[in-house]
């Protein structure tokens, strides 16, 4: 039938009693059934562990070498259990989170620390990408969660929810004509050429600069393409072109780029910060980053 934690757990009461009668007690189970316990044991192992003798139940030789081992297997049982319930409810183990480059100005180091403080057990391992990238990834299990820009396209598998939303600004070089303004009307730059995100790899964000753009009453000339923020604003500040970006890009702030308000009116709140999960196997764990995130940012 082979060796129980029970029996193991019955072996050292009474080894640390040193009486059937205490331990039986401490144990809660009748005498008799501990003796019998205790017999069973000993014909797993093959050997007497206890001796009666006129001061109380010894351990054996045989019994000396199984009592650590018994309680080391008592101690992993119960850390095992322990971690399986906190893992349950969303207190132990690893988040895979997944970002885009944005997200680094406010939201992640707003979220995590704070994420991680409620939840010291919990390892976060980050994961950049773009946002179409991080979607694969979610979609394939190889993340947990990933904070993606949006606009996104909706689908079965994704579950999605809003966390920030943004505007779209206007970067230009620190020389050009327009640097000194404010806020200015799209249909003022016409005739510039853009740095623009890759369709390919962040459609949504490509198609609501296109779409700004349309309103505007132009379609905007791609001067060049690019798929992170950062490499937009360093595009733009080697004057390769102009750029909407999101206004969170202002704490970014490099040298040779000036940011401007876009007094277009489509320009504002357009723009988001998701997390998104796989709706059939999203965790605990990710509840717990999603309301964080959510109180963080909606309270």
Not at 41 to 70: F, N, Y
Not at 87 to 107: D, M
Not at 134 to 159: F, T, W
Request: aromatic share 6%; with cysteine; charged share 20%.
């Amino acid at each position: 039938m082979g060796i129980t934690l029970r029996q193991f757990q019955h072996f050292i009461a009474v080894a640390e009693h040193g009486n059937y009668r205490l331990a039986a007690e401490k144990l809660f189970v009748a005498q008799p059934a501990l003796s019998v316990s205790i017999q069973k044991l000993e014909a797993e192992v093959g050997a007497q562990l206890l001796e009666r003798g006129s001061k109380g139940v010894t351990l054996t030789p045989a019994g000396h070498a199984l009592i650590k081992d018994a309680r080391a297997a008592l101690f992993y049982s119960e850390q095992a259990c322990r971690s399986a319930r906190l893992v349950a409810l969303g207190e132990w183990g690893t988040l895979r989170l997944g970002f885009v480059g944005s997200a680094t100005y406010t939201l992640l180091p707003l979220c995590v620390p704070a994420f991680r403080a409620d939840h010291p057990n919990v390892k976060v391992e980050l994961r950049e990408d773009s946002s179409i990238g991080l979607i694969n990834l979610v979609r394939n299990h190889e993340i947990d969660a990933a904070v993606v820009r949006g606009p996104i396209a909706q689908e079965d598998m994704i579950e999605a929810w809003v966390i920030q939303l943004d505007d779209l600004i206007l970067a230009v070089p620190v020389d050009h004509p327009l640097a000194a303004r404010k806020k200015v009307a799209l249909e003022e730059c016409r005739h510039e050429g853009f740095v623009l995100y890759a369709s390919t790899l962040v459609p949504g964000l490509h198609g609501e600069a296109v779409s700004l753009c349309r309103k505007a009453g132009f379609t905007p000339c791609v001067s060049q393409e690019a798929i992170q923020v950062q490499t937009q604003l360093s595009l733009v500040a080697s004057g390769m072109g102009i750029a909407l970006v999101p206004a969170v890009t202002r704490s970014y702030s490099p040298q040779h780029v000036r940011f401007i308000d876009l007094i277009d009116e489509g320009a504002r709140r357009c723009l988001s910060l998701s997390l998104v999960a796989h709706r059939d196997t999203r965790s605990l764990l990710v509840d717990r980053l999603r309301d964080k995130m959510l109180g963080l940012f909606t309270s």
